[in-house]
């Protein structure tokens, strides 16, 4: 990379490197052995009232993975599922999973049999830890998934034996939130630990070349695709926004607020970025609990907290949020979609921290770029992260430049690509889509923007077709194939409206097959194959869609349709 060509270095925060290095760790499991070194007596993880050391967390995650190589046909290079809310079980597992030289494939907790279906079966995952509360959605696609192997946990599982008891049996009998289930050969996940405590763990030879993560996304088009995310792929966006984020914190202090689900690249990255710094994280196995999340601010003071638009919205709405005194905070990252700037200007008023607001995708591991530390809300994503080129690109993949007139963005406008040692090696068996998205060795985002001439990043249009329901990707094509399988549909097109609550919402535009079908029939069909933010809000019935000259849909025209 030739620095003196790259304006955004002159903006970079005091401190900040130019380049990191992405070498520092041979691995995720290595960089906690690293830290345990030194701070091994520190609280990494808190859930529940219960805290695990960093000792604690190499030990156990051992353990884990040490039960993983007493199961047949099971070796490293093997995908390995996870399907639960931030527990302390998940970071044990997803150690264990990596040390034992395996691969991690994140599932969203919230999906429906047919989603993880897809998944697993995509993955190639021969195993799967899932929390008990999902276990009944697993049963209903395990004929049509290579698992061989299940291991279940119970919200409780890490927490003393009295407070166990209490917990599994609130969340089991009087919450009723474990329907029955029946998966033959299951086991749980102490006494996964315990035989692996007992049959000890050979150490793996890793690369930080080697695959680490399977990290789903829609990609730029069409249904989930496992993005291939090597351990030096995360490191090295570890490096990149620690660097740029954590240049006030110290080093074993810090208490940091993990909100956002860890099976979400955002929050697990970030959650590797403080356990570099040795800090406490505290976990919200339930963020929706907006209540219960001030509690544990209340509680913990917290120094550093990323999230979504959707969340600062809803804490700063909260009557005790806007009552505490934030003394220690300083740190807050907005990701997932763009911060609104009537909340990014509440929550200064409130907290007298500016919500640094940053860009990535899950094919980056998934920081690009971010806006300067205590900066104010000015619409822009900020400057590329050290070691980190982003070049904007027209027809004939052009490169647009830098616009230095704002009344000539307009011919500066295009494509964001990037390039950086935070870019995934591919899609996961998918070698058409992955030659789609690299050109020349640069990642094409699929988003539009446009650099100024310090090299700050705008985004001026999402991907051209997706939709942001609460932070979450939700792609039109994966909606209309599930409505369009319904008998009674002849044709659907899926569109993203404004939503003021959550972003954006799904509305779908159906032609009828069956003249008595309803909107009633619609939803019902949907919620029983979707994840809920994934379900049309608005659900229009019309004649015939709007299309090209050669049948294409006009998605652009569906939303004015009523």
Known sequence: MQNKTLPWIAHYPEGVPAEINPDTFASIPALFDEVAKTHGNNKAFVCMDQAITYDDVNRLSKEFAGYLQTLPNLKPGDRVALMMPNLLQYIISLLGILRAGMIAVNVNPLYTSHELGHQLADSGSKAIIIIENFAKTLQNT??????????????????????????????????????????????????????????????????????????????????????????????????????????????????????????HIFSFTATLCFSKKAATQVMVPNPRDIPGVVEL?????????????????????????????????????????????????????????????????????????????????DGSVGYPLPSTLVSIRGEQFKDLGFCSDPEHIAEHTGEICVKGPQVMLGYWEKPEETANVFVDGWLRTGDVGFLDQNGCVSITDRKKDLIIVNGLNVYPNEIESVIASMPGVLECGVVGVKNPRVGESVKAVIVKKDPALTRDD?????????????????????????????????????????
């Open 522 to 562: 619609v939803v019902k069909y949907c919620r029983a194959r979707l994840t809920g933010y994934k379900c049309p809000r608005t659900i229009v019935f019309v004649k015939a869609l709007p299309k090209t000259a050669v049948g294409k849909i006009l998605r652009r025209d569906l939303k004015d349709l009523k």
């Open 142 to 263: 395990l004929s049509e998934t290579p698992i061989e192997h299940i291991i279940t946990t119970k919200v409780g599982d890490m927490l003393p034996w009295h407070k166990r008891v209490i917990a599994d049996l609130v969340v089991r009998y009087v919450k009723k939130m474990v329907p029955g289930f029946n998966l033959p050969g299951h086991v749980n996940f102490r006494q996964a630990l315990a035989k692996g405590r007992t049959s000890g763990f050979t150490p793996v030879a890793l690369k930080n070349t080697d695959v680490a993560l399977l990290q789903y996304t829609g990609g730029t088009t069409g249904v989930a695709k496992g993005a291939m995310l090597t351990h030096r792929n995360v490191l090295a966006n570890v490096e990149q926004t620690g660097t740029w984020i954590s240049q006030t914190f110290e080093v074993g202090k810090e208490v940091a607020m993990t909100a956002l689900p860890l099976y």
């Open 297 to 377: 601010i209340k509680k913990w003071n917290f120094s550093v907290i990323p999230g979504v638009n959707t969340l600062f919205n809803a804490l700063l709405n909260n009557k005790e949020f806007r009552a505490h005194k934030f003394t220690n905070l300083k740190m807050t990252v907005g990701g997932g979609a763009q911060v609104q700037k009537t909340v990014a200007d509440r929550w200064f008023e409130i907290t007298g921290c500016h919500i640094l607001e940053a860009y990535g995708l899950t094919e980056t591991s998934p920081g690009v770029c971010g806006n300067r530390p205590n900066s104010p809300w």
